[in-house]
């Protein structure tokens, strides 16, 4: 399932997040959503996918979204670990080769 662009909010008690833990971990990993836990009608804490989190607190810069809409279009974001390391072997035992290649 894709994530949404936008989280959802949702608001549960205490003893709501208690007794269903699993199933708002699974809804904020898979779906994006966002649940504000309260406690005696207070917020009290926020439960949230690691990658809202990060998105949201350390948003990635311009440059590197460009670099990685360009591998999505090459289709080198599919590449194994095995096949880049496999790319970088291959350009280590031939240097100049790949220098030559580049510059053409």
Partial sequence: MKQTSKP?????????????????????TKNNERFV????????VVIMSIKDYVDTMAPAPQWLKDIQASSRRRGTNRLTMNQIDAEIAKVRRHPHENIRQSSR
């Fill in 37 to 44: 836990v309260d406690r005696r009608g207070e917020p009290s």
């Fill in 8 to 28: 959802m909010n949702n608001v549960v008690s205490a003893l709501t997040a208690r007794t269903q833990l699993g199933q708002i971990l699974r809804r904020a």
